[in-house]
DNA sequence: CCGACTCACTTGACAATGTCATTTGAGTGC
DNA sequence: GCACTCAAATGACATTGTCAAGTGAGTCGG
């Protein structure tokens, strides 16, 4: 038996859970709020019972995928070397960026900065991502600054990856390999 | 008197020039052919004649914001020592991204990187950009690898910064400082 | 000088889309 | 059992990208 606020609950995940694949599947043109809603097993006004516009609904969506990398770092547990954790974050926003590219740019997107929601789960995963620069570098009055370039050069060699505008050929240099540079860089 | 050619290549310039400015002052969805075709003094569907769709009109956008670029980068002659031209490479390039960041945006998009034309005033940027680098790190052979991890990590800073997750309350650190940091740790 | 032609541009039309007002109907509390 | 609540469905509308057909100013051969 579902009550009715349960039922609502569950359109609303349903809703989400279609933009994301819609996303994912086509881009962010792919995501019209017919399909969410056909996709959804509901109407193509459905959502506005969820969400005042399209927009809150991807910002919705942002937030999920922010929470998931979230979640990803908590499995980091303290037992593994600060500098293996700090690798291993890295290499889950990467393959976020790689296997899910609209997604992705959506995380970081400017709408998406403008929802509290979507702004608490961003500064709860930079936090978990500053913690683990601070104990790489031992320092926690520099790790602000330092996490900063860190999270923005990756975001930067993501984008351009995703975009193209990073190829192998052009600078002779994979994504993977520019990490690597930029950690060895900073430690 | 003009010729039909000379009045077709004008209004081909009057309709980029138009969706430039509607794109600096309302983002890309403020570009409406209607509108473009109304600031450029002509009808809705005179871009069909210039342009097969609406993307490669914004591609033509990108195109010519990476040659204001390009050309900015041909005023650096080369009695500056090369450390400074670096710095006014990059200033510049952050100037693009924080007074036309609708632009920016779009001069990093994934459809401009496959238009022909755009790719080529992207390439001839980049390659500017990195006959600099080889001149501050004095190695050629590694200017390239360098030189992306620069260009990727300013992208990311600009784009950061643009879209908000990139606040000097949060990171402790603004994002010309972080531009600093980067090229001092490159040298 | 003029008639036919070219081609940039205009106009009418259409499907898709985001959004809102109205309606419907299943679950809920008295 | 009945009025009520509220999520969902539906009808409608303005906007937009796009294309087909039409138009008219500039061009060229005679």
Redesign the interface.
């Known amino acids: 038996m579902v009550s009715r606020v349960e039922s609502a609950a569950a359109t609303r995940r349903a809703l989400v859970d279609a933009a994301a694949e819609l996303l994912d599947e086509g881009g962010v043109d792919a995501v019209t709020l017919r399909a969410v809603g056909a996709r959804a097993g509901v109407s193509r006004g459905a959502p506005y019972g969820h969400f005042p516009d399209k927009e809150h609904l991807l910002a919705a969506v942002a937030t999920k995928s922010w929470e998931a990398v979230s979640e990803q770092l908590d499995t980091l547990t303290a037992d593994r070397p600060p500098s293996e954790r700090l690798q291993l974050a890295l290499a889950g926003l990467m393959d976020v960026g790689r296997r899910r590219p609209h997604a992705y740019a959506l995380m970081?997107?400017?709408p998406?900065?403008?929802h509290p929601e979507a702004l608490a789960a961003?500064?709860r995963t930079?936090d978990q991502f500053l913690a683990i620069v601070a104990d790489v570098i031992g320092d926690p009055q520099r790790a602000?600054?330092?996490?900063?370039?860190v999270?923005?050069?990756?975001?930067?060699?993501i984008?351009?990856e995703?975009?193209?505008?990073?190829t192998a050929e052009?600078?002779?240099?994979t994504g993977d390999?520019?990490v690597r540079?930029?950690i060895g860089?900073?430690a």
């Open positions: 970081f997107s400017a998406t900065a403008e961003v500064s930079h602000r600054p330092i996490g900063a370039l999270m923005a050069s990756v975001q930067g060699i984008a351009m995703n975009s193209g505008h990073l052009k600078w002779q240099v390999e520019l540079m930029l860089r900073i």
